[in-house]
């Protein structure tokens, strides 16, 4: 491999902002009530827009995913960033419920998904040493943009209009997008960090030979490495699309604090990727994510027994640094697995766990709390077992990771 001279932290950085804007989709709890009486629709009706959003993320995953292996990243961030932001400005012009199903749910989504796959694909490629940490900063950005996007949505949706909101966001986030997408440089083919020497060949560090999607498909632990995924986001899920719904009708928070809630969650959220990205490089992932699943317990039991706003407060907290832990360990826990020469599009293919904990997270709320007068509560429960399951799989994988990965001509191909 070549040492090549690349100011990597300043496409960090890039990465990072652009990731703000793209992150602000968590803060759709903000838009959804007002939302819902501006076009005369149901609360599920206005969250199906959120729900198709996070669904179809793999598709746009793997697009992007694609680009960044084939030396593209910019080129993605340059196309998404402007789904995304004409998504966003569309929304804001919609009369109806199915045309946000458009606009935020397809075009947005799409877009969305696009330049999260290209800047943490191309910032993961680019930290071989610190893959980990790089990863849990990249998605910092998208995981915390809601810090800053949820006050100054409700702010805007209080002085002009949830409709003229959205518009106004949507232009700001074309323009930083596609203005990060200027200082992205496309991490070099073999590149290696000054001073970095790669693990040695047959090093237990050094990984898998890499696997294109197909052989990865293969491995029986993809399929427990999804699960997880899936298990690990699906309360983040539930709480982020209804962070302020849940703060205003059962602990009887205002709109303006509830906003204050949900950047409280997303800040947690934002810290959980770093701290547990670094973590995971010093204690390794699966123990990082058995400890994630206890915690999400406890705190989904904290949810559904406490009604003070003082446990509101601790148990989004808890999620959140969770729901932060979970999207900051995978994507080092697929390149370890699967090695980093495919890594974009097999990152996008594993993002499948989080495409059905975005479809059935928002769902099992929504219609758990329509049944039981807006209550969240039994919710809260199922969660709480499904979090129990993930750290009874732990187990699973780390059987399945003891033993070697299946060997074929392919894989010694792909090499």
Partial sequence: METIQLNRWRILIAAVLINICVGSIYAFSIFAMPLSKVLDASMPQIMLAFTINGAISPIPMIL??????????????FLGGAMFGL????SGM????????VTYGVIAGLGQGIVYSATIGNTVKLFPDKRGLAAGIVTAGYGGGTILIAPIASALIISSGVHQAMIILGSVFLVIILSGGLLTTDCPSGYVPAGYIPPAAGNA???TPSM????MLRQPIFYVIACLFLIGALSGMMVTSNASVIGQTMFGLSAGVAALYVS???????????????VSDRIGQIRCLMMIYLVIAVM???????????GFAVAIVGIGLCFGGTMGVFPSIVGQKFGMKYYGVNYGVTFIGYSGAAFFGPRIANSVAAANGGMFTNAFYIALVIALVGFGLTFLYRALDSKPQQSTPDTVKAA
């Fill in 64 to 77: 992007g995913g694609k680009l960044v292996d084939r030396g593209g990243a910019r080129t993605a961030i």
């Fill in 205 to 207: 560090r050094a990984g």
């Fill in 87 to 90: 998504g966003f400005i569309l």
């Fill in 300 to 310: 989904m039991l904290t949810l559904a027994l406490t009604s003070s706003t003082l």
């Fill in 94 to 101: 919609a009369t109806a419920p199915w045309m946000l199903y």
């Fill in 212 to 215: 294109n999607w197909r052989q």
């Fill in 264 to 278: 409280l969650y997303s800040l947690s959220n934002c810290l959980g990727r770093v701290v547990w990205g670094a």
